[in-house]
């Protein structure tokens, strides 16, 4: 299945792809590509609805076997029947839903099809911009906003079939949540609840996403990850998600986009509840858009034709910075040993030291000019009463001199170039946990916050830019709260991340369905 970049590279020369000519027509082509797609072949035995993967729920869609309509309305009650208890979904566009679904099945009477996700429903984290939708950022200044277009990844699945059914939680701005709080929460929406338990965390900064996929409310979201947003949720509620490689996938619409010193953190990927969903996704989504600049044109790799038994695979189930807990390193070391006899060969292999100067840059980096960057984004959209989480760290912040941040640049490149060398020179895909624990509780208790930071097993991954898929392995030692793994690979090389994932899921089951 190629993207719009993906049928422009072969439609277009090399010189006239880079000067961004034949859009139109590749756009086109892309479409009637996606439009004439074989249903991709779907390895979820689930059979309800609003549980069955996007892949299985496209496929059904296209054999006619459920109507757009029918997937809408399913979808619609079950966020009615969770939603108020998890607060994942922070707005909602059910009557525009209902529309559209109506119009995409009047086509597909007539053997029209949009795109390969033709009705699938879906929902969006509200720091992407929704055209005709309120998309506040979780920020008061923009309580009411509503963005005149769509953000590039939102247009995409759009144009790919995907019905929008709303807008889920996250902290303002994606970064700055509420004092004490230990979940997606802002002063707009409140705090989102885990699906496995209400008094649990969803992580964030995806975390209204990531809650409302695991709980059965949209085939698939879309959220964001600076410093572990999409990885965190994903470990905390359960599912799959992905960080695709840095610049594969526009960021252009996002409250927090391209440009400027964090340029290469940000990375934008979707989340589902099986593997085989984010290798449906992706491709989409990525490639260039002419507005994000640094955005580049690389060809999407096809996860099925890697060959599990030639890669060499290195693991750690503990970094030695985060507090991690037995279950978490157990879950981790099984994943590993699950991999012994199906690939080359399987290491335990930790790059600490590699480890500890990437995200000691990474903090320096970040706080290198006392988050100033943060107020000028509140002055950007007119936000006098933002983040009181972040109101109170300024306080006690004082920014770095210009030789300073430079120098922990220069340090984090050096970091990242050496961390690169060490998997490439002796591995193909790298295990790892995601945070030191399973869900925590949602009300911190004063004085608890893990002095590690929370960039610690997640913000390495956003420095050095390489993608990252979690997928969950294993549970908490009472069986009810989720623990995910996260398998790592070098720069463009999803593709080794999605197979050893799905081999994962297999032997793990991934995703569960959470009790509520």
Request: charged share 20%.
């Given at each position: 299945m190629k993207s719009v970049l993906q049928q422009l590279a072969l439609d277009s020369s090399r010189r006239d792809f880079l000067q961004g000519r034949n859009l139109v027509s590749a756009a086109a082509a892309a479409a009637a590509t996606w439009a004439s797609t074989p249903v991709r072949a779907s390895s979820d035995s689930s059979d309800e609805l609003i549980f069955m993967s996007t892949t299985k729920l496209a496929g059904l869609l296209r054999a006619k076997k459920v109507s757009a309509a029918e997937a809408v309305e399913a979808y619609i009650a079950r966020q009615l029947a969770v939603n108020d208890e998890m607060n994942a979904v922070v707005m909602n566009c059910y009557a525009r839903a209902r529309k559209e679904a109506k119009a995409l099945d009047e086509k597909a009477s007539r053997g029209e099809w949009v795109g390969p996700l033709h009705g699938v429903p879906i929902t969006l984290k509200?720091?992407?911009?929704?055209?005709?939708?309120?998309?506040?950022?979780?920020?008061?200044?923009?309580?009411?906003?509503?963005?005149?277009?769509?953000?590039?990844?939102?247009?995409?699945?759009?144009?790919?079939?995907?019905?929008?059914?709303?807008?889920?939680?996250?902290?303002?701005?994606?970064?700055?949540?509420?004092?004490?709080?230990?979940?997606?929460?802002?002063?707009?929406?409140?705090?989102?609840?885990?699906?496995?338990?209400?008094?649990?965390?969803?992580?964030?900064?995806?975390?209204?996403?990531?809650?409302?996929?695991?709980?059965?409310?949209?085939?698939?979201?879309?959220?964001?990850?600076?410093?572990?947003?999409?990885?965190?949720?994903?470990?905390?509620?359960?599912?799959?998600?992905?960080?695709?490689?840095?610049?594969?996938?526009?960021?252009?619409?996002?409250?927090?986009?391209?440009?400027?010193?964090?340029?290469?953190?940000?990375?934008?990927?979707?989340?589902?509840?099986?593997?085989?969903?984010?290798?449906?996704?992706?491709?989409?989504?990525?490639?260039?858009?002419?507005?994000?600049?640094?955005?580049?044109?690389?060809?999407?790799?096809?996860?099925?034709?890697?060959?599990?038994?030639?890669?060499?695979?290195?693991?750690?189930?503990?970094?030695?910075?985060?507090?991690?807990?037995?279950?978490?390193?157990?879950?981790?070391?099984?994943?590993?040993?699950?991999?012994?006899?199906?690939?080359?060969?399987?290491?335990?292999?930790?790059?600490?030291?590699?480890?500890?100067?990437?995200?000691?840059?990474?903090?320096?980096?970040?706080?290198?000019?006392?988050?100033?960057?943060y107020k000028r984004m509140a002055e950007k959209w007119g936000t006098k009463n933002f983040s009181p989480a972040v109101a109170e760290r300024m306080k006690t912040m004082q920014p770095v001199s210009t030789g300073e941040l430079i120098e922990s640049w220069d340090k984090a490149d050096a970091a990242k170039s050496r961390m690169l060398h060490w998997l490439t020179s002796s591995y193909d895909v790298l295990l790892c946990p995601v945070a030191g624990k399973p869900a925590e509780i949602i009300d911190r208790p004063p004085g608890s916050a893990p002095a590690y930071g929370p960039w610690s097993y997640t913000g390495v991954f956003n420095s050095t830019g390489w993608p990252v898929v979690v997928v969950r392995c294993g549970s908490s030692a009472d069986g009810k709260l989720p623990i995910g793994v996260q398998v790592v690979a070098a720069p463009w090389r999803e593709d080794i991340c999605l197979a050893v994932a799905s081999y994962l899921e297999s032997k793990s089951g991934g995703w569960k369905r959470p009790p509520i």
């Open positions: 509200d720091s992407l911009d929704t055209e005709g939708v309120i998309t506040t950022g979780a920020t008061y200044g923009r309580e009411q906003y509503i963005p005149k277009k769509d953000a590039t990844v939102v247009a995409r699945v759009r144009k790919a079939g995907a019905i929008v059914l709303g807008k889920t939680n996250t902290p303002e701005f994606t970064l700055g949540g509420l004092a004490g709080i230990n979940a997606a929460s802002n002063l707009l929406y409140g705090s989102s609840h885990n699906p496995y338990d209400l008094t649990r965390s969803t992580s964030g900064s995806s975390g209204g996403a990531g809650a409302i996929v695991a709980a059965g409310g949209a085939s698939f979201d879309i959220g964001s990850d600076w410093g572990g947003s999409i990885r965190g949720p994903a470990h905390n509620n359960g599912i799959a998600g992905i960080k695709p490689t840095s610049v594969r996938v526009p960021r252009t619409g996002h409250i927090v986009d391209y440009g400027g010193i964090f340029d290469l953190w940000q990375q934008i990927g979707p989340l589902c509840r099986r593997v085989e969903d984010l290798g449906l996704i992706t491709p989409i989504i990525a490639g260039p858009d002419f507005h994000d600049a640094s955005c580049a044109p690389v060809p999407w790799p096809n996860p099925a034709a890697v060959d599990l038994k030639k890669l060499r695979v290195a693991f750690f189930a503990d970094n030695g910075v985060a507090e991690t807990d037995e279950d978490t390193k157990k879950t981790v070391s099984e994943a590993a040993k699950w991999l012994e006899g199906v690939t080359a060969s399987v290491k335990q292999d930790l790059p600490k030291a590699i480890l500890e100067d990437l995200y000691d840059a990474r903090t320096k980096v970040t706080n290198g000019d006392a988050w100033a960057f």
